[in-house]
Antibody, heavy 120, light 105 residues
Framework: EVQLVESGGGLVQPGGSLRLSCAAS????????MHWVRQAPGKGLVWVSR???????TYADSVKGRFTISRDNAKNTLYLQMNSLSAEDTAVYYC??????????????WGQGTLVTVSS | SYKLTQPPSVSVSPGQTARITCSGD??????AYWYQQKSGQAPVLVIS???ERPSGIPERFSGSSSGTTVTLTISGVQAEDEADYYC????????FGGGTKLTVL
């Protein structure tokens, strides 16, 4: 059974930093693109970042230059380093596994999410 | 990037049919992926490519398309179907619709 378990969320002051983790199990972690998707309180889903390996990462414009995605395949863990946080970054952050089928891309598994609150 | 537009809310009585639309003038393929998100929970894939349902998703969930609009149809809605529903573009733009809150009256 695929499991994705996020951790590391919490309350942080504006301008601060936080690192999220996503522990994966039940599949060959190193073979998959992995993503972070966030959801502000009462709002919709917004894609944040994706990674396959250190040479293949992509970011949403809203976080480019502030967030860094990384992974440790030996630990089956995905990370999101978030710097220069602002209130607009307040959200539940989900880790999600990318799937591919016949030329199309989607998410076939999601973690339960971790809440990041940016406030003074 | 482009935008996928969903109605903010849809309300139906139990046993009726709910239709949730997702429109985008630049939708790259004639289908979208659909996720169900119940209150306080993570999203769950309910409709995949070619109207496929992942294991465990009831047959009352189906997908269709017409022009630049894709539709999630829930036939014989049950109280447990009350949730937010999101469409997602099937390409690597990773664009989601704004979400539709389905209320079962």
């Amino acid at each position: 059974e695929v499991q994705l378990v996020e951790s590391g969320g919490g309350l942080v002051q504006p301008g601060g930093s936080l690192r999220l983790s996503c522990a994966a199990s039940g599949f060959t972690f190193s073979s998959y693109w992995m993503h972070w998707v966030r959801q502000a309180p009462g709002k919709g889903l917004v894609w944040v970042s994706r990674m396959y390996d250190s040479g293949r990462t992509t970011y949403a414009d809203s976080v480019k230059g502030r967030f860094t995605i990384s992974r440790d395949n030996a630990k089956n863990t995905l990370y999101l380093q978030m710097n220069s946080l602002s209130a607009e970054d307040t959200a539940v952050y989900y880790c999600a596994r990318e799937a591919y089928s016949g030329g199309s891309y989607f998410f076939d598994d999601w973690g339960q999410g971790t809440l990041v609150t940016v406030s003074s | 990037s482009y935008k996928l537009t969903q109605p903010p809310s849809v309300s139906v009585s139990p046993g009726q049919t709910a239709r949730i639309t997702c429109s985008g003038d630049a939708l790259p393929k004639p289908y979208a992926y659909w996720y169900q998100q119940k209150s306080g929970q993570a999203p769950v894939l309910v409709i995949s490519k070619d109207n496929e349902r992942p294991s465990g998703i009831p047959e009352r969930f189906s997908g269709s398309s017409s022009g630049t609009t894709v539709t999630l149809t829930i036939s014989g809605v049950q109280a447990e179907d009350e949730a937010d529903y999101y469409c997602q573009s099937p390409d690597r733009s990773w664009v989601f619709g704004g979400g539709t809150k389905l209320t079962v009256l």
